[in-house]
């Protein structure tokens, strides 16, 4: 399984918003609506962000949205604040099970 | 609340064998699909394994088909892993993660990893 396409760092200052994008191929992104997102602070156990594309879990903060348009999805981050800062990785269903990208290292400046 | 407490990993000589495990609590256990996800030392994320509800159903990554085995164990709410033929590539942090609900497509809760290290 190849892993999906992010970019390896992404930064705002606080109160800007920061879009991170997750490219993969049409047996991945593209072809299920299944990508989700996932905030982990080093040491820390990752937390799921965004699942299904846009769905927010309970207690996630309404400034993290997602969207996919073909095969690549994004995660949005409005309202940058300082705890935001963490590496996210974006996830996808895939025929032969899941697949992850590299990690996109957020700073808030 | 739901915990999810890994255990079992540390140093081992390639070609080794390790056995993971992972407790969870907070949540009926023996009705959610579960996995195993690691990290390699400044890679991303990695999926290695995945167990239905009732174990009638594994899947593995190729990078470890054939040398690990997922398990679990309802009854002792317990998630396991077998390492066998460990090699180098294999270092990472294991994390256990319970699967999401609804489309069983997303990670809902994960534990804080267990770290293997394959090294001679």
């Known amino acids: 399984q190849s892993a999906l396409t992010q970019p390896p760092s992404a930064s705002g200052s606080p109160g800007q918003s920061v879009t991170i994008s997750c490219t993969g191929t049409s047996s991945d992104v593209g072809g299920y609506k299944y990508v989700s997102w996932y905030q982990h602070h080093p040491g820390k156990a990752p937390k799921l962000m965004i699942y299904?594309?846009?769905q927010r879990p309970s207690g996630v903060p309404d400034r993290f949205s997602g969207s996919k348009s073909g095969n690549t999805a994004s995660l949005t981050v409005s309202g940058l604040q300082a705890e935001d800062e963490a590496d996210y990785y974006c996830?996808?269903?895939?025929?032969?099970?899941?697949?992850f990208g590299g990690g996109t290292k957020l700073t808030v400046l | 609340q739901v915990q999810l407490v890994e255990s079992g990993g540390g140093l081992v000589k390639p070609g080794g064998s390790l056995r993971l495990s992972c407790a969870a609590s907070g949540f009926t256990f023996s009705d959610y699909y579960m996995s195993w996800i690691r990290q390699a030392p400044g890679k991303g994320l990695e999926w290695v394994s995945y167990i239905s509800s009732g174990s009638s159903h594994t899947y593995y990554a190729d990078s470890v088909k054939g040398r690990f085995t997922i398990s679990r164990d309802n009854a002792k709410n317990s998630l396991y892993l077998q390492m066998n033929s460990l090699r180098a590539e294999d270092t990472a942090v294991y994390y256990c993660?319970?699967?999401?609900?609804?489309?069983?497509?997303?990670?809902?809760?994960w534990g804080q990893g267990t770290l293997v290290i394959v090294s001679s």
């Open positions: 993660a319970r699967v999401g609900g609804g489309s069983g497509s997303y990670y809902r809760d």
């Open positions: 299904e594309v846009t």
């Open positions: 996830s996808s269903y895939a025929v032969s099970g899941w697949v």
